[in-house]
Protein backbone atom coordinates (compact mmCIF):
# COMPACT_ATOMS: atom_id res chain seq x y z
CA UNK A 1 0.00 0.00 0.00
CA UNK A 2 2.58 2.41 -0.96
CA UNK A 3 0.87 4.23 -3.10
CA UNK A 4 -2.21 4.83 0.05
CA UNK A 5 -2.93 8.63 0.19
CA UNK A 6 -6.43 9.46 2.34
CA UNK A 7 -7.19 13.65 2.11
CA UNK A 8 -9.73 15.46 3.66
CA UNK A 9 -10.48 18.77 3.09
CA UNK A 10 -8.07 20.52 4.84
CA UNK A 11 -5.28 17.49 4.98
CA UNK A 12 -3.05 14.43 3.58
CA UNK A 13 -1.94 11.68 4.86
CA UNK A 14 0.73 9.44 3.28
CA UNK A 15 2.55 6.82 4.39
CA UNK A 16 6.00 7.73 6.31
CA UNK A 17 8.78 7.77 4.27
CA UNK A 18 12.71 7.74 5.24
CA UNK A 19 12.81 11.41 4.85
CA UNK A 20 10.44 11.83 7.98
CA UNK A 21 13.05 10.83 10.18
CA UNK A 22 13.30 14.23 11.65
CA UNK A 23 9.75 14.84 12.16
CA UNK A 24 9.47 11.02 13.78
CA UNK A 25 11.91 12.20 16.09
CA UNK A 26 10.33 15.32 17.01
CA UNK A 27 7.37 14.14 18.06
CA UNK A 28 9.10 11.78 19.95
CA UNK A 29 11.15 14.16 22.10
CA UNK A 30 8.26 16.54 22.12
CA UNK A 31 7.27 15.86 26.13
CA UNK A 32 3.42 17.12 25.34
CA UNK A 33 3.14 15.03 22.89
CA UNK A 34 4.60 11.88 24.74
CA UNK A 35 2.96 12.40 28.26
CA UNK A 36 0.89 10.26 28.19
CA UNK A 37 2.57 7.95 25.70
CA UNK A 38 6.23 6.63 26.74
CA UNK A 39 9.19 7.78 28.97
CA UNK A 40 11.83 9.23 27.00
CA UNK A 41 14.45 7.06 25.39
CA UNK A 42 17.19 7.12 23.41
CA UNK A 43 17.31 8.09 19.54
CA UNK A 44 18.52 4.53 18.75
CA UNK A 45 14.96 3.32 20.35
CA UNK A 46 13.10 5.73 18.33
CA UNK A 47 15.00 5.08 15.15
CA UNK A 48 14.05 1.38 15.58
CA UNK A 49 10.40 2.39 15.83
CA UNK A 50 11.01 4.56 12.65
CA UNK A 51 11.99 1.49 10.91
CA UNK A 52 9.51 -0.80 11.64
CA UNK A 53 7.19 1.57 10.08
CA UNK A 54 9.32 1.82 6.59
CA UNK A 55 8.11 -1.62 5.87
CA UNK A 56 5.63 -2.38 3.31
CA UNK A 57 2.18 -2.51 4.99
CA UNK A 58 -0.85 -4.89 4.26
CA UNK A 59 -3.71 -5.46 6.72
CA UNK A 60 -2.21 -8.86 7.71
CA UNK A 61 0.89 -7.27 8.77
CA UNK A 62 2.26 -7.01 12.00
CA UNK A 63 3.49 -3.66 12.24
CA UNK A 64 2.05 -0.65 12.34
CA UNK A 65 0.99 1.65 9.07
CA UNK A 66 1.97 5.28 10.27
CA UNK A 67 0.90 8.06 7.66
CA UNK A 68 2.35 11.69 8.03
CA UNK A 69 -0.17 14.39 8.16
CA UNK A 70 0.25 16.96 6.50
CA UNK A 71 -2.15 20.26 6.70
CA UNK A 72 -2.95 21.13 3.16
CA UNK A 73 -2.71 25.16 3.42
CA UNK A 74 1.16 25.69 4.24
CA UNK A 75 2.63 22.17 3.79
CA UNK A 76 3.03 21.64 7.29
CA UNK A 77 3.94 18.34 8.98
CA UNK A 78 1.72 18.00 11.58
CA UNK A 79 1.55 14.51 13.37
CA UNK A 80 1.10 10.60 12.39
CA UNK A 81 -1.77 8.57 12.50
CA UNK A 82 -1.94 4.57 12.51
CA UNK A 83 -3.35 1.01 12.36
CA UNK A 84 -1.76 -1.81 13.73
CA UNK A 85 -3.58 -4.64 12.57
CA UNK A 86 -4.88 -7.89 14.15
CA UNK A 87 -5.94 -10.50 12.36
CA UNK A 88 -5.76 -13.77 13.95
CA UNK A 89 -8.11 -14.58 15.36
CA UNK A 90 -9.86 -10.86 15.65
CA UNK A 91 -9.96 -9.12 12.26
CA UNK A 92 -9.54 -5.69 14.48
CA UNK A 93 -6.64 -2.92 14.49
CA UNK A 94 -5.66 -0.75 17.15
CA UNK A 95 -5.50 3.18 16.06
CA UNK A 96 -2.74 5.37 17.53
CA UNK A 97 -2.08 8.82 16.74
CA UNK A 98 0.30 12.15 18.01
CA UNK A 99 -0.26 15.69 16.81
CA UNK A 100 1.88 18.11 17.76
CA UNK A 101 0.77 20.47 20.51
CA UNK A 102 0.74 23.82 18.17
CA UNK A 103 -1.84 21.87 15.90
CA UNK A 104 -3.79 20.52 18.70
CA UNK A 105 -7.57 21.94 19.64
CA UNK A 106 -8.42 22.42 16.06
CA UNK A 107 -9.87 19.33 14.85
CA UNK A 108 -7.30 18.23 13.11
CA UNK A 109 -6.43 14.92 15.43
CA UNK A 110 -10.58 14.22 14.63
CA UNK A 111 -10.28 14.86 10.96
CA UNK A 112 -7.19 12.62 10.61
CA UNK A 113 -8.60 9.89 12.57
CA UNK A 114 -11.68 9.63 10.94
CA UNK A 115 -9.94 9.22 7.14
CA UNK A 116 -8.00 6.55 8.85
CA UNK A 117 -11.35 5.25 10.43
CA UNK A 118 -13.36 5.18 7.23
CA UNK A 119 -10.05 3.80 5.15
CA UNK A 120 -9.90 0.87 8.19
CA UNK A 121 -13.21 -0.05 8.36
CA UNK A 122 -14.67 0.80 4.76
CA UNK A 123 -11.09 -0.05 2.96
CA UNK A 124 -9.58 -2.64 4.91
CA UNK A 125 -12.51 -4.08 6.17
CA UNK A 126 -11.49 -4.18 9.96
CA UNK A 127 -14.46 -5.96 12.24
CA UNK A 128 -12.91 -3.94 14.71
CA UNK A 129 -11.17 -0.53 15.75
CA UNK A 130 -9.69 -0.27 19.11
CA UNK A 131 -7.38 2.08 21.18
CA UNK A 132 -5.53 2.56 24.27
CA UNK A 133 -5.99 5.68 26.55
CA UNK A 134 -3.53 6.23 29.47
CA UNK A 135 -5.82 7.76 32.04
CA UNK A 136 -5.83 11.21 32.37
CA UNK A 137 -5.73 12.01 28.53
CA UNK A 138 -8.80 13.46 28.56
CA UNK A 139 -8.20 14.92 24.76
CA UNK A 140 -7.85 11.56 23.90
CA UNK A 141 -11.37 10.04 25.59
CA UNK A 142 -13.23 13.09 24.05
CA UNK A 143 -12.15 12.54 20.79
CA UNK A 144 -12.87 8.54 20.70
CA UNK A 145 -15.90 9.57 22.16
CA UNK A 146 -16.67 11.97 19.78
CA UNK A 147 -15.74 9.64 16.92
CA UNK A 148 -18.34 6.92 18.33
CA UNK A 149 -15.84 4.68 20.27
CA UNK A 150 -17.17 3.21 23.62
CA UNK A 151 -15.09 2.51 26.73
CA UNK A 152 -14.99 -0.93 27.14
CA UNK A 153 -12.85 -1.63 30.32
CA UNK A 154 -9.91 0.11 32.56
CA UNK A 155 -7.20 -1.91 33.32
CA UNK A 156 -6.18 -0.68 37.11
CA UNK A 157 -2.64 0.21 37.28
CA UNK A 158 -1.88 -1.52 34.22
CA UNK A 159 1.03 1.14 32.59
CA UNK A 160 4.11 2.25 34.49
CA UNK A 161 4.62 5.85 33.12
CA UNK A 162 7.81 7.90 34.45
CA UNK A 163 7.64 6.08 37.83
CA UNK A 164 3.88 6.19 38.24
CA UNK A 165 1.33 3.32 37.55
CA UNK A 166 -1.80 4.27 35.33
CA UNK A 167 -5.02 2.93 34.60
CA UNK A 168 -5.39 2.04 30.63
CA UNK A 169 -8.51 2.61 29.24
CA UNK A 170 -9.50 0.01 26.33
CA UNK A 171 -12.09 1.56 23.48
CA UNK A 172 -13.57 0.03 20.68
CA UNK A 173 -15.66 0.86 17.28
CA UNK A 174 -17.73 -1.08 15.10
CA UNK A 175 -18.64 0.23 11.77
CA UNK A 176 -22.35 0.39 12.67
CA UNK A 177 -21.41 2.05 15.88
CA UNK A 178 -20.08 5.26 14.19
CA UNK A 179 -22.27 8.00 14.26
CA UNK A 180 -23.55 9.60 11.35
CA UNK A 181 -21.75 13.43 9.93
CA UNK A 182 -18.66 12.16 10.66
CA UNK A 183 -16.21 15.01 9.58
Known sequence: MSDLKLQTSRLILVPICESDWPFFLQ????LQVMR????????????????????????TSTHWLCLTVVEK??????????LRPRQEPTVQAELGYKILPSWQ??????????????????TCRFHKIT??????????VKL???LGFKKES?????????GLWYDDLKFGLYESERPQNQI
Open 36 to 59: YISEQVSDAVVRSHFESRLQQWHT
Open 27 to 30: LYRD
Open 154 to 162: CLRDNYRLN
Open 131 to 140: ATVTAGNDAS
Open 73 to 82: KYGHQIGTVG
Open 105 to 122: GQGFASEAVNAVLDFALN
Open 144 to 146: LEK
